[in-house]
């Protein structure tokens, strides 16, 4: 005998499709548009697995699975919606959803899960859902609709999560997400950005000390890990843990114990473990400087978030609610045209969207009239630019202290091997910009066009390759 699915769409179109995909599938499906309707079918016949929408004609398609499942034996729901927002996915968890899929969806995808969802049913504990408001992750997306789902995914257990993106992606957003939305959110979360503390500190800082375990250390300090008992740590830019760290963090991975710097007993702590990263561990690894067992102690389940400027979709919501948030926090109430939200839509982000909330809030604060329109972008673009520089500054500096730790330059040649490194893309940099012109190109350097020549010869770069390149 065929299994039943009941359909529950009021969107014709796209009943019709999924319909088509479960016939093939072997499956017998029902299709209704309305909760009534819903339910009357299912008083009168017996299915094997919902698919439903959630806003539906006369209701919502899920506020009421919990008497939906009383009545049909705790059958399978899955559910596809166009509400594409963070909530729907974290609502969907919530009513038990065997899957939830955002429109537009995979119908291959779809049907799969309804195979699945009928041939076991999975029964997991509903959980109330508490401050959601306070963690909006905003973002509808396909990318961010990927990742709102592996939230949900892993906001009941324990697992180790790798967040990967580009800085000011919302890396730490998630993290939080993850610790507000499970079991361990009446316990502590606990930050740790592992490139802003001295290498020589770092230990101490994650595992804490005993008094005079080393100069300056005048009396014990419970460390990070320590701190997130019960709760969860959140190690940031954990390509750049140096390797005793590196060591100490698996040891306590794999042990559920640490030990103080300094110390003499191990303590068992309970903390989850979320790791983030802007770079590629890849490479790091391939070079020994990240060791590959914490990489996959670590990398139980990666979540990647993409750079904003590959999903412009958002820009609009994430600028609404950034001038949102900056009223809640006492700056004027403004409002952004439509054609001033399509040009901020065009921009590149490198900032992501922390550039894309500073901008937002300098527009608060500066600009003079209550609906932002282009002309106000036009002066905005003179402090993005300042923005950008000092970005690219902080930017060196990083790139600086890495390429120093991974290159290991020998003592007594840093200064020379550091310049030559640096000069190769800057000449190639100021050819492009020129099209190989070696007299505009020393004019933009502000260098004398023989030391101009002299250079290219010694770093073998001939201007010629740059013609028309720009
Ligand atoms: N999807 C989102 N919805 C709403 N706010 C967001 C979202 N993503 C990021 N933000 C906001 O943007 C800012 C930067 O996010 P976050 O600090 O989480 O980025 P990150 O990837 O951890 O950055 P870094 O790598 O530099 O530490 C924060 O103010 C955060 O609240």
Not at 221 to 234: D, H, P, R, S
Not at 300 to 320: F, G, N, S, W, Y
Not at 329 to 334: F, I, K, M, S, W
Not at 433 to 460: E, P, V
Request: glycine share 6%.
């Amino acid at each position: 005998m065929k299994q039943k699915i009941l359909l529950v769409e009021d969107d014709d179109g796209i009943a019709a499709v999924i319909e088509a995909g479960l016939n093939e599938a072997g499956f017998e499906a029902d299709h209704c548009l309305s909760v009534a309707e819903r339910d009357r079918l299912l008083d009168n016949g017996n299915y094997d697995a919902i698919i439903t929408d959630i806003m539906l004609q006369d209701g919502d398609g899920i506020a009421d699975l919990e008497q939906v499942r009383e009545r049909a034996g705790d059958i399978p729901v899955i559910i596809v919606s166009a509400q594409n927002t963070f909530d729907t996915a974290i609502r969907a968890t919530d009513a038990k959803a065997f899957e939830y899929f955002p429109k537009p969806f995979d119908l291959d995808e779809l049907v799969r899960a309804a195979v699945q969802a009928t041939r076991r049913n999975r029964n997991q504990t509903v959980r109330e859902v508490e401050g959601e408001d306070a963690l909006p992750l905003i973002g509808t997306s396909q990318a961010m609709q990927q990742v709102f789902r592996m939230i949900t995914r892993v906001m009941r257990n324990d697992l180790s999560v790798l967040v990967t993106g580009e800085s000011g992606t919302g890396k730490e957003l998630v993290a939080e997400a993850i610790h507000q939305l499970g079991s361990r959110r009446s316990g502590p979360f606990v930050a740790v950005n592992c490139a802003a503390i001295p290498h020589d500190l770092i230990e101490s800082e994650l595992f804490g000390h005993e008094k005079g375990a080393f100069t300056g250390a005048i009396s014990q300090a419970i460390g990070k890990f320590e701190q997130a008992n019960g709760g969860t740590l959140f190690l940031d830019e954990i390509g750049d843990m140096p390797s005793d760290a590196q060591t100490r963090l698996l040891r306590a991975l794999q042990s559920g114990r640490i030990r103080r710097v300094g110390g003499r007993q191990d303590v068992s702590v309970d903390a989850r473990i979320i790791a983030a990263t802007n770079r590629d561990l890849a490479p790091l690894i391939a070079r020994g400087s990240f060791r590959e067992d914490l990489f996959y102690r670590l990398n139980v389940i990666p979540i990647h978030l993409p750079p904003l400027r590959e999903r412009r979709e958002d820009i609009a919501a994430l600028t609404h609610h950034f001038f949102k948030q900056a009223e809640r926090e006492g700056l004027p109430n403004r409002t952004i045209s439509p054609e001033a939200i399509e040009r901020l839509a065009t921009r590149e982000w490198r900032g992501n969207v922390r550039e894309l909330r500073n901008v937002v809030f300098r527009l608060a604060v500066f600009a003079r009239e209550d609906v932002i329109t282009n002309e106000s972008l036009s002066d905005l673009e003179l402090w993005t630019e300042t923005n950008e520089a000092a970005e690219v500054e902080a930017g060196f500096d990083r790139i600086l202290s890495r390429w120093i730790e991974e290159e290991k330059p020998a003592a007594g040649s840093v200064y020379h091997k550091a310049i030559s490194e640096f000069e190769r893309p800057l000449f190639t940099y100021a050819l492009k910009m020129t099209n190989g012109n070696q007299i505009k190109a020393s004019q933009y350097l502000g260098i004398n066009r023989n030391t101009l020549r002299k250079k290219l010869a010694d770093l073998k770069l001939s201007a010629d390759n740059f013609a028309g390149q720009k």
